[in-house]
């Protein structure tokens, strides 16, 4: 990870914002922001967190990463581990409620530690954890109001996955069930950004990707089917990548493609917005 990460102190600190062009359309913010990085990624995908970190410090945001972070219980929680939850949450509310802002590339996480937290017993200090904690792509988009990332391109055709997480529990895209909603997307709004992005539509986009945390392992049969499925949909898109704002949906389908022997490439969405792919 970069060198200005190795080197700070974990304490509040603040955005740059003395060196921001107020012409880019970003708003200026002076707040504190902790990364979290989710244990999956942290074990098989560092390259998502280091461009999570890389973006958001391109965007003029100094990041603390508090180095002592677990996990924020959520494997154990959905699998009904309730008591044994508690400590690993006792530890994350030690960790990160000094911060204004707690910024992670998972929508899963994200939703398990605003509504789900209550392993802990209740506190002010919970509660504030739950109300600071955003999906890199609600952060980007609804705090930063990022509308340019003049670094990034992506020659290339994707399918989109919006997570059950996101969709439902945080609301970054419009759900095709709710016919009568209007329609939005905000990773689709910041991919946009991108120039050379193409995106392909496919049948029944928002369906689960089979994935569900502990599901795949207690139901593997049921789960890969359902990721067979979700993947033949996107194949026949034309897609040349699966991209996510959520890796553990990209890490199952990523399984799926492999097994059925298809070109599909899963990205995280950071890595796009961070320019670093191409």
């Keep these: 990870m970069s060198q200005q990460l190795q080197h700070t102190e974990e304490r509040p600190r603040a955005f740059l914002n003395?060196?921001?062009?107020?012409?880019?359309g970003r708003v200026n913010l002076k707040s504190s922001v902790a990364l979290l990085i989710p244990c999956y990624v942290d074990v098989f995908y560092p390259e998502v967190g280091i461009a999570t970190?890389?973006?958001?410090?391109?965007l003029g945001v100094e990041v603390v990463y508090p180095f002592n972070q677990t996990c924020c219980g959520q494997p154990m929680a959905n699998s009904g581990c309730y008591e044994e939850a508690q400590a690993t949450e006792e530890l994350f509310i030690k960790n990160f409620s000094a911060f204004?802002?707690?910024?992670?590339?998972?929508?899963?996480?994200?939703?398990?530690?605003?509504?789900?937290?209550?392993?802990?017993?209740?506190?002010?200090?919970?509660?504030?954890?739950s109300a600071s904690v955003f999906d890199l792509v609600e952060f980007l988009h609804d705090v930063l109001n990022v509308t340019d990332f003049p670094w990034a391109r992506f020659e290339h055709k994707v399918a989109l996955h919006n997570s059950c997480s996101?969709?439902?529990?945080?609301?970054?895209?419009?759900?095709s069930e709710r016919v009568h909603d209007l329609k939005f997307s905000?990773?689709?709004?910041?991919?946009?950004?991108?120039?050379?992005?193409q995106f392909m539509e496919?049948?029944?986009?928002?369906?689960?990707?089979?994935?569900?945390?502990s599901f795949s392992v207690t139901e593997e049969?049921?789960?890969?089917?359902?990721?067979?499925?979700?993947?033949?949909?996107?194949?026949?898109s034309g897609a040349e990548y699966i991209v996510s704002s959520d890796m553990s949906c990209l890490m199952h389908m990523q399984?799926?493609?492999?097994?059925?022997?298809?070109?599909?490439?899963?990205?995280?969405?950071?890595?796009?917005?961070?320019?670093?792919a191409q």
């Design 202 to 213: 496919f049948d029944r986009p928002d369906e689960c990707c089979g994935f569900g945390g």
């Design 255 to 276: 399984g799926c493609t492999r097994r059925l022997g298809t070109d599909l490439k899963v990205i995280h969405i950071a890595q796009i917005l961070n320019g670093v």
């Design 100 to 129: 204004e802002y707690i910024v992670t590339p998972s929508g899963s996480c994200t939703h398990h530690v605003r509504d789900r937290f209550t392993a802990a017993p209740d506190s002010a200090e919970r509660r504030k954890v």
């Design 18 to 24: 003395d060196k921001r062009d107020d012409s880019s």
């Design 186 to 197: 905000k990773p689709k709004s910041l991919l946009e950004r991108v120039p050379g992005i």
């Design 166 to 175: 996101a969709i439902r529990g945080l609301g970054l895209a419009s759900m």
């Design 221 to 236: 049969a049921v789960a890969a089917k359902m990721g067979y499925d979700k993947v033949e949909f996107m194949r026949n």
């Design 53 to 58: 970190l890389e973006l958001l410090e391109k």
